[in-house]
């Protein structure tokens, strides 16, 4: 059987990269954590990987704010367009979330209203229209939450309609002009039950118009065993952060 290869981007600050190779490795797939230095130099090839993962961390300590600095690289990452135009998958948990929405890659075409649209910089193809910024509580949220789960995408596919995964970030309020948030309604793959940050219309996930682009607040790959729940409670496989990064393998394969 196949063993996608599943580029797992490392940067100055990032460091969940490990889980987030071991949550892969434990999927079937083969996982190799990359520098972002070594594709923009072009040592390594995002063509010769068969999707990506960006962890979550604090990359370059967020200085300006959480993931920008990461964003600026990302957007210059050479072959990410097509990559991304190919189908091929892309998570971005946490600090990625961050990043990807503030290299504009998500929400990505989300705009209903043109008018809004603000002109990209440098020729990129993206252009940023939304934002995670800080929490309502002023503080660092680090805990598990609730989440509803809604099947937009072969990422969410399998979940019950309600999961808990953590969270641990002090700028995971979602935000967006409101013709941005009334496009993504069909495109939020999780809402917060009890929202810990004060995300508009609850969002914690959403993916891209493709559906092949998934960025969220909480940690699935912090959740790959029943152990690693606080309660230490029995829980199905498919209530596991697991199941997310398994959806990603079988999307490949298949």
Known sequence: MKKPRVLVLRAAGINCDREMATAFSWCGARPERVHVNRLLDRTVSLVDFDALALPGGFSYGDVIAAGRILAN?????PGLAAFIADGRPVLGVCNGFQ???KAGILPGEALSTP????????G???VQTASLTDNDSGRFECRWVRLRTSPVSFFTKGLPETVE????HGEGKFVAPEPVLDALEPRVALR?????NGSQRDIAGLVSAGGNVFGLMPHPERFLTALHHPSRR????RELGLQIIRNIVDHVRN
């Not at 809004?116 to 910089?121: I, N, R, T």
């Not at 995964?165 to 641990?168: E, V």
């Not at 029995?234 to 496989?237: D, G, L, P, Y």
């Open 99 to 101: 990043a990807l929405v």
């Open 234 to 237: 029995e829980v199905a496989a």
């Open 73 to 77: 690289q990302v957007k210059k990452v």
């Open 115 to 122: 008018a809004l649209l603000p002109k990209s910089e440098g």
């Open 124 to 126: 990129s193809r993206w």
């Open 192 to 196: 917060y039950a009890e929202n810990p």
């Open 165 to 168: 995964l953590p969270i641990a």
